[in-house]
């Protein structure tokens, strides 16, 4: 059967005796830069009241947001007996391990924490989170793919890749599929409602599209992506990543129709 070989990536990009510097975390850098520059550019906007000192205020309590509710997650949602028998290895966030869904309950508790102290709408605040979070996706996936987890299902497609980390069968290379879908795909839609149809006049409408969006292109990817070992997956086929995602889609949903049943507010 042909498979194409996992490609050589040392997942430590620079090694300097004691100071080692992974490409998971330089990932997660990355998005969070990029991701704080873009936003800082929405703030300029005039169609929202978001301006462009408050990402940069943001930053911080976002990085702590994702990196505490990201671990957080991963260990109850996953793996909890194993953790709790095992607490110290809890912040061992280096070895990987971190939950889309912790993080993203990490950064809205952030999010509407710092809306209060700042007395920022948190819709609208909430819509350009939004509108730059594929950015962080699309390079926490890439790095899952680099440090060889989270691999897909077995296949016979040509495209089957075969992880040194998993076993010799060829596997579908699940985190490029997510990378695709929820990185750069949804980043064109919830931009393209941005900048094309003036989304940000109606609060929670870029938000809803993003929740629901990134549910569904879960859901879609977890057919072809391996169970999480020692989570069972509910009647046999609903995995864990698909039990998270469809309140997901539900909650996004609920904001996509009341921001349409709200008047557009004026630029």
């Known amino acids: 059967m042909y498979a194409i070989p996992f490609p050589v990536i040392d997942p430590v990009a620079v090694d300097l005796g004691p100071l080692v510097i992974r490409w998971y975390a330089l990932a997660y850098i990355a998005g969070l830069v990029i991701g704080w520059r873009y936003a800082m550019r929405l703030g300029d906007r005039p169609d929202t009241p978001v301006r462009r000192e408050h990402p940069d205020m943001f930053l911080v309590w976002a990085t702590i947001g994702i990196i505490a509710g990201g671990r957080l997650g991963y260990v109850l949602f996953y793996a909890p007996e194993y953790y709790f ?5 809890i912040v061992a ?18 999010g509407l924490l710092f809306c209060r102290v700042k007395k920022i709408p948190a819709f609208a605040f909430g819509d350009i989170l939004s509108t730059v979070a594929p950015i962080g996706l699309f390079f926490g996936r890439i790095a899952n793919f680099v440090n060889g987890e989270l691999w897909g299902r077995p296949t016979d497609a040509p495209w089957g890749m075969i992880f040194p980390r ?6 579908h290379p699940s985190q490029l599929y997510e990378a695709f879908l929820e990185g750069l795909l949804l980043f064109a839609v919830v931009n393209l409602l941005v900048w094309r149809f003036g989304a940000y006049r109606r609060p929670g409408l870029v938000m809803g599209v993003f929740v629901a ?20 997956p509910l009647f046999g086929w609903l995995s864990r990543g698909q039990q998270l995602s469809i309140p997901m889609i539900a909650i996004g949903l609920y904001f996509v129709v009341r921001a349409l ?4 507010q004026p630029a």
Request: proline share 6%.
């Open 93 to 110: 966030v280096w070895q990987g391990g971190m939950s889309f869904h912790g993080g993203l309950l990490g950064v809205v508790a952030a």
């Open 261 to 264: 049943r709200r008047p557009q």
């Open 166 to 171: 998993a076993d010799d069968q060829p596997r």
């Open 85 to 89: 028998a095992h607490p110290g290895e």
């Open 213 to 232: 969006g990134y549910g569904a292109a879960r859901f879609i990817v977890e057919f072809f992506r391996q169970w999480d070992e020692g989570v069972e």
